[in-house]
């Protein structure tokens, strides 16, 4: 499953970055595909069935399955 992480007000301040960078990755200086939100590593984490643990910007956090 993938969630918010839960502290609010860090992901409004992500959110304005995703903003300000018309959707690009916030916390990388490149602007490709690869890091379009929700950028390849973290589309390949999501993939990764060992995976647990936050995006690269702590945006996003995935649950393992059980
Ligand atoms: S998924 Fe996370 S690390 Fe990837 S682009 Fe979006 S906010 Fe950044």
Avoid: W
């Amino acid at each position: 499953m993938i969630r918010l992480n839960s502290d609010a007000e860090l992901v409004a301040v992500i959110k304005e970055g995703l903003k300000a960078k018309g959707g690009y990755c916030p916390c990388r200086m490149e602007k490709s595909e690869d890091t379009k939100c929700i950028c390849r590593e973290f589309r390949e984490q999501m993939a990764d069935p060992d995976f647990e643990g936050y995006c690269h910007c702590l945006l996003y956090y995935k649950e393992k399955e059980k």
